[in-house]
């Protein structure tokens, strides 16, 4: 093989190896609403239409992490005012008081969302919500983690640290 071809090979690997390495981006509604996932975050479901969903596992690389889904939702629907906007909220409020063993964590740092843990399949997992109104859109982020991962208090930083930065991006 002459040197140039092995050279024009190896950018071309490297190029594509640091693109799988970058963010990805998430378009919902229509464009209006865009975000930036981190590269490990896997799409699990996607739903559209007038309530759009993305689904996305956060692998927990412990034990844990094969009977525990780490997850992260973003859900949007088209709302015509406010109040409906407050009706979206109040009935995802609602389904989440309904959990077994919903116990509120802390008060929220922010307005507008929902810091609880609640159980499934007998695991303590911990839920962090966000709501926003946004150019005719009521937006949901549901972080879900267990509460105690095998993974680690690293582990359980950075998706903390992952759903923070959906956060800002999305208000």
């Known amino acids: 093989m002459n040197p140039l071809r092995t050279t024009t090979l190896a950018i071309v690997a490297t190029l594509l190896l640091a693109g799988t390495a ?3 981006e998430v378009n919902m509604a ?4 865009t975000f930036d996932t981190p590269a490990n975050w896997l799409p699990i479901m996607q739903t559209e239409g007038d ?4 689904v996305f596992q956060v692998p927990d690389p412990s034990p844990t992490g094969k009977s525990s889904l780490a997850r992260v939702t973003v859900t949007v629907t088209r709302v015509p005012d406010i109040s409906s906007f407050h009706q979206f ?9 309904a959990l077994p063993g919903y116990q509120q964590d802390k008060v929220p740092p922010v307005p507008n969302s929902n810091l609880y843990t609640a ?3 007998g695991t303590a997992f ?3 919500e966000h709501y926003w109104f946004k ?8 972080c879900v983690r267990p509460t105690r991962s095998q993974a680690g208090s690293n582990w359980q930083a950075e998706f903390d ?5 959906l956060a800002a991006q999305l208000k």
């Open 161 to 165: 640290k992952g759903c923070a930065a």
């Open 51 to 54: 309530t759009e969903a993305q």
């Open 30 to 33: 229509g464009g209006n609403i």
């Open 89 to 97: 909220m109040a009935q995802a409020t609602a389904k989440a008081l």
């Open 119 to 121: 159980q499934e399949n």
């Open 126 to 128: 911990s839920y962090t």
């Open 22 to 24: 970058h963010a990805t």
């Open 135 to 142: 150019r005719g859109y009521a937006i949901q982020l549901r």
